[in-house]
């Protein structure tokens, strides 16, 4: 006997005011220092035959923080930083285990900009995620609305959470206005 699998999935847009806009361009923007600078630190540690690990990358990442000319990276969220250093370690992993070649270098004009967010899923996630097919769409939007809304207050703080969310499902179920 085969079992079938329904694949479900939501593909959402966001469409963020110009302060989460500069927000966001900020975290790109230091997302892609802090790897390029892990690299930079590791390819001259390889150099002197030394070896620096993902902890010891963190470490450096706190002595970034702490000088005068990259204070800014105290302005972003540490998770999308330190998520920067979780990649270039697996890029480092996967290269030594001749899975793909050296890491390079990104590219501000090039590279996908891009932020990872990382965050433990709450009950009301947790239910998204093993969504029941019997409930109705009315069910479906209010869950993805509070799923949003959580979501967007830890991106944004709460003030903005609603109204992001609330742009988000408008969007998603095309009552948008255009």
């Known amino acids: 006997m085969t079992t079938s699998h329904v694949k479900r999935a939501f593909k959402y847009r966001f469409y963020p005011t110009d302060a ?5 361009s900020r975290t790109f923007g230091c997302v892609r220092k802090v790897y390029n600078m892990a690299l930079a630190a590791r390819t ?6 030394e ?11 706190t002595a970034w923080k702490k000088t005068e000319e990259r204070a800014y990276l105290n302005e972003v969220s540490s998770v999308p930083l ?7 370690q697996v890029a480092f992993t996967n ?7 050296y890491p390079r270098f990104k590219s501000r004009k090039k590279s996908r900009k891009s932020a990872e967010y990382t ?8 239910r998204l995620v093993v969504l029941d097919l019997t409930e ?3 069910d479906l939007v209010r869950e993805v609305t509070e ?9 944004y703080g709460r003030r903005a959470a609603k109204n992001c969310a609330a742009r988000a499902v408008a969007v998603a179920t095309g009552e948008a206005a255009e």
């Not at 070896?51 to 010891?56: D, K, P």
């Not at 330190?82 to 270039?88: G, I, K, M, N, S």
């Not at 290269?95 to 070649?101: E, L, M, P, S, V």
């Not at 965050?119 to 947790?126: D, F, G, P, T």
């Open 20 to 24: 989460q806009a500069a927000e966001l």
């Open 44 to 49: 001259e540690a390889w150099a002197r035959q």
């Open 51 to 61: 070896r620096i690990n993902y902890n010891q990358s963190s470490v450096m990442l």
């Open 82 to 88: 330190q998520q920067a250093l979780r990649h270039l």
């Open 95 to 101: 290269f030594f285990g001749k899975r793909a070649k």
């Open 119 to 126: 965050a433990s899923l709450s009950a009301s996630e947790r």
């Open 136 to 138: 109705t769409a009315d």
């Open 147 to 155: 799923v949003l809304t959580s979501m967007c207050a830890r991106l």
